[in-house]
């Protein structure tokens, strides 16, 4: 593609050198970059593009988009683009060199702190049953044919124009999307053209990030301002309220869902069981029953999200609820892990406090026992919610080990000691085991049938961050592994 094309529609400060020339793709990793391409200068968290413009002119880069002065030899042999934000135009550039591939997907938007990864998961497998259906979230990514695992919830805005690319070639007519406030932030879907867009709920996390809660939920209200067909906004929750409010009066259509309020979409009639939950739905033109073979609250409000979508994209009733019915769960996402010894083992992604304090609830609706549960907090991440997530740990649980989760460049043992500040010490329900397998282990040793075991926090992910480096590791590994080790030793499971 001509250089000249790639930048339509960007703001540019200034342009120093040939734009007639032809640019074979785009990268922002210098690493990645190839002959005759265009490398996007990007300023990060712990690096600068900019510092890597000498290895990508070795790699064959011909033109560089900047947004700082920069001093080259041979600058005339190059073009350079500067602009006032290499991000927000990387989107640009992005979607010019795909050729716009959102535009012919119906693009399902969802942000929110929790709910995301089942609400999307749900979409794809209920609109699957019409089309082709694309995913794109914590887990994984789905471009129609190929599972790719993700690096981060949204990717980066060439990775993610990329995959669009891919499902419109894998015949997709759908994606269903996670979207988060960091990639709403960065600009990483500055260019991307929604349908629909749905907001979860708005609890305390990332203000590692984000400056206070209202910047949080500021960032998110920005992917409502980019839809076409229509809006659906969890109206039971306080940030739902503040965001309907702001949107309302937007030319695209707001639907709204709730058990306590007086929406769009409701719940009535709801009904808690040890392996699922059933209620009466009541929509705009019809009422029906609807099971869902995952327990809880919180799997209430996320199929409410879903059936709103699907009402509006005209996806029938008994589609849905067929679908709900049998769905298989999302990974890591209150996943029962199955076992000989009739141990009722959770593991769950729960690493905020609404999350954690939803999964212990819905744990109290069926237990017979006692509940254990197993929580850390992440390193170098939001230290507010720390002694919040083991207060409720200590409260719903009958007995909370504190633990470590991923402690990256922090100290393990002053994360615990963050979360212990929430902690009542003159209770002896509670216990420190730094070490999350030796935690593990020990909450097996304690639990006996009619017990919940919940092993909070990491859910699907599969490593463990020590320093900057990344080691195997995966709860329901080390659950089954414990289960085998102790079943067959003294201790009576």
Known sequence: ?????????????????????????????????????????????????????????????????????????????????????????????????????????????????????????FLKQILSKRAQTGLIGTININDGKNEIISKNTTPESIDLQSYFNDM????????????????????????????????????????????????????KEKLFHKTSIANIINIDDEGGKVIFDNIKKLSTPVYTYGINSDADFTASEIKLYPNGVSYKLKTPTYTDYIYVN??????????????????????????????????????????????????????????????????LNTSKEFVKGKIITVVGCGGDRDKTKRPIMGK??????DISIITSDNPRTESPSLIIKDMLKGI??????????????????????????GDVVMIAGKGHENYQIVGTTKHHFDDKEIALEAIDVLKSSAYNI
């Open 168 to 219: 419109i070639n894998n015949n997709c007519k759908y994606c269903a999307m996670e979207v988060s406030s960091h990639s709403l932030a960065l600009n990483r879907v500055g260019s991307v053209n929604f349908s629909i867009g749905i907001f979860t709920n708005l609890t305390e996390d990332h203000l590692d990030f984000h400056k206070n809660l209202e910047d949080y939920r500021n960032a």
């Open 1 to 121: 593609m001509k250089l000249y094309k790639l930048i339509e529609n960007l703001n540019i400060m200034s342009i120093d050198g040939n734009m007639d020339i032809d640019i074979s793709d785009i990268h922002y990793d210098s690493r990645l970059v190839t002959q005759n391409s265009l490398f996007i200068c990007i300023k990060g968290f712990n690096s600068d593009g900019h510092k890597y413009i000498k290895n990508a002119i070795e790699k064959g880069a011909k033109a560089f988009l900047i947004q700082d002065d920069i001093d080259i030899e041979a600058k005339g042999d190059f073009t350079f683009i500067k602009v006032t934000d290499t991000r927000e135009g990387m989107a640009t550039i992005a979607c010019n060199f795909y050729k716009n591939p959102a535009n012919t997907l119906e693009v399902i938007g969802v942000t929110g702190t929790n709910g995301k990864t089942s609400i999307t998961t």
């Open 294 to 359: 995952i327990p809880g609250k919180f799997t209430v409000y996320n199929t409410l999200g879903v059936i709103s979508a699907c009402y509006i994209l005209n996806i029938d009733i008994e589609t849905i609820k067929a679908v709900l019915k049998n769905t298989p769960g999302v990974k890591g996402r209150f996943e029962n892990i199955k076992n000989d010894e009739g141990l009722t083992v959770i593991v769950d992604y729960a690493h905020t406090p609404d999350a954690l304090e939803n999964v």
């Open 424 to 449: 009542d010490m003159d209770n002896d329900n509670f216990m420190v085991i730094e070490d999350r397998k030796e935690a593990i282990y020990k909450a097996i040793e304690l639990a006996n049938v």
């Open 392 to 397: 409720i740990a200590q409260q719903k649980s």
